[in-house]
């Protein structure tokens, strides 16, 4: 019976001995390695992602294996990806981490090998076997230092020529204020991606080509570079192993931006509802990772709200982009008019008075008829349209 007893409580111990021992499950710079379940978190295990912008994205991305987190259950989605991170990813989505891990390392020209981390090396080998890299790139890349942006276009531009993708080559000169930032032998790169809608400009039409990339970003590019590449499903497919020398990518297309009112949102449907200029209604499909932005900053698709104006970057039939800008409509008795810079409107609303800045070239009118501001006089019941919370429509009736 005492030995019973012993033996139960030896057992309960090896039990709480495993449940608090240490889980590590990220190398240096969290590339290699599998997220390990931890008995006792939920099941998204990284710790500083919780309402960021990328947050699905992220979390997506580590559930395949692209990415990793660090020792410490953090992502760090603010810190730049190196070159060496950037081609380990991609080689994790062409589904070739295996060969990767059991890779030999044979690259000869590689100027700058003793900056290329150990745990690197399989992953540049096989992807200079799949020719998403050259000798050329091992001549002038430093592995460890943050990854531009025109140089990833490049490398993205291989790996889906590698999976047998093509692409018209989209006049980015209109829709890229910074088009001659981008070096010239990189532009058909930037043109592809931009087309395939896998990196898109910021808000202010910016492409930003020597930039490098936050972790966070690179969560988003991975996450479309995988909805595209689990749509190539057509037909029976032949890897053709190599050194890529040369792309076509065909005749130039126009990038088409489509804007007007948003009416309805569905990310379970993954449609957008827009009401034109013309006052008809248009439903969109959304790209599986389309791109939000929402008064300049990057955003959700549960944060775009029916009035809204919205600006749709389309790829192909598909909505890749969505600029949002916040509108508001509020009414309340005109309590003050103050003229300044800027010009001001105090409105009372349910017995708070609010103030609002008013825009330079608002429309003002009193009882339909068109007035400037500085006639505004205190009184009456007055509409504002708000515009990012200022008021570009003040319609007053006394």
């Not at 992220?58 to 810190?79: A, H, T, V, W």
């Not at 589904?95 to 990767?100: M, P, R, V, Y």
């Not at 202010?204 to 969560?219: C, H, S, V, Y």
């Not at 029916?306 to 309590?335: R, Y």
Request: proline share 4%; aromatic share 6%.
């Amino acid at each position: 019976m005492k030995l019973s007893k012993r033996l139960g409580q030896a057992l309960c111990l090896v039990l709480i001995l495993s449940l608090c021992s240490t889980v590590v499950w990220a190398a240096p710079g969290g590339i290699p390695g599998k997220p390990a379940k931890i008995p006792g978190l939920a099941k998204n295990v990284l710790q500083d992602i919780f309402g960021h912008w990328a947050e699905r994205e992220i979390e997506e991305m580590q559930s395949r294996g692209l990415i990793k987190g660090y020792d410490d259950l953090k992502f760090r989605p603010s810190n730049e990806v190196t070159g060496q991170e950037a081609i380990a990813m991609l080689v994790r989505a062409m589904g070739l981490e295996k060969e990767a891990l059991t890779a030999k390392f044979e690259l000869k020209k590689m100027k700058h090998e003793k900056q290329l981390a150990a745990w690197a090396r399989g992953y540049f080998q096989v992807a200079y076997q799949e020719g998403i890299i050259t000798d050329a790139d091992l001549s002038g890349m430093i592995p460890n230092k943050p990854v531009k942006r025109a140089d990833l276009a490049l490398y993205l531009t291989r790996v889906l020529q590698s999976q047998g993708f093509s692409q018209a080559l989209p006049d980015i000169s209109g829709v890229i204020e910074d088009a001659g930032q981008i070096p010239r032998e990189l532009r058909q790169f930037v043109a592809a991606v931009y087309g395939w809608g896998l990196m898109l400009g910021d808000h202010q039409k910016k492409w930003q080509p020597n930039k490098p990339l936050a972790r966070a970003e690179m969560a988003v590019i991975l996450s479309r570079l995988a909805a595209l590449l689990d749509g190539n499903t057509g037909g029976e497919q032949t890897r053709i192993s190599g050194v890529l020398k040369e792309i076509s990518l065909g005749q130039s297309a126009a990038i088409k931006v489509v804007e007007g009112s948003l009416v309805s949102v569905s990310s379970t449907e993954a449609s957008i509802t827009v009401r034109l200029a013309s006052g008809r209604e248009r439903i969109y499909a959304l790209a599986a990772a389309v791109e939000v932005w929402l008064d300049g900053a990057r955003s959700r698709l549960n944060a775009l709200k029916p009035g809204f104006e919205v600006k749709l970057t389309m790829s192909g039939e598909q909505v890749a982009k969505i600029d949002a800008v916040t509108i508001e409509v509020v009414e309340g008795s005109l309590t003050a008019v103050t003229i300044g810079s800027p010009n001001r409107v105090t409105v009372t609303i349910n017995q708070v008075q609010h103030t609002y800045p008013v825009s330079a070239n608002a429309l003002v009118t009193v009882n339909n008829s068109r007035i400037r501001f500085n006639q505004l006089e205190p009184g009456g019941t007055a509409k504002l349209t708000l515009r990012q919370g200022e008021a570009v429509n003040v319609e007053v009736t006394q």
